[in-house]
């Protein structure tokens, strides 16, 4: 599976508990990836990480912030990669259904269902399991400033 890991220095920290944001979809880890780098402004450098079928994760599933169920489900159990069901990981890269703006009566494309999906290691991974690392501006080539950064902020 693979995975990506969002952290403020060089290199990455896989130990134990590490969060990493699973990829289901690359359109869908774009969308996640963003919306993460825009909740902690200190991220300056994200890491593809490929994780082994044998490794014990934890996946959550966060719920939209604005619903009135808890945010998060808690971490049951770590289990292998491929012990989990392949619709319960698929389903973190899922679109929702589109809808009707009331105002606006236009139609408005749907959001991810799971918009800040991560899942957590339940064991250290050895640091040849890192594909890459790149500094998070790359997400933002040629663009005004990267959204959530506030020194730039005033430039969007």
Known sequence: MLAVKLHKKPKPWLGKGSYLLPITTWPAARVQVQNWIKRLPYIRFISLI?????WPIAILGWIR?????PPYKPIDD???VRAWPVGEKRERGEWGDASVDEMTKQAV???LKHPYAEMTLGAALPT???KWTK?????Y?????RPGNRRTAHAE
Do not use: T
């Open 141 to 145: 080539r040629g663009k005004a400033a």
């Open 50 to 54: 490929k994780v082994p079928d044998e």
């Open 128 to 130: 040849s399991c890192i």
């Open 78 to 80: 770590f289990k292998p």
């Open 109 to 111: 494309p749907g959001d």
């Open 135 to 139: 500094d998070v501006r790359v997400l």
């Open 65 to 69: 912030i604005y619903s009135d169920k």
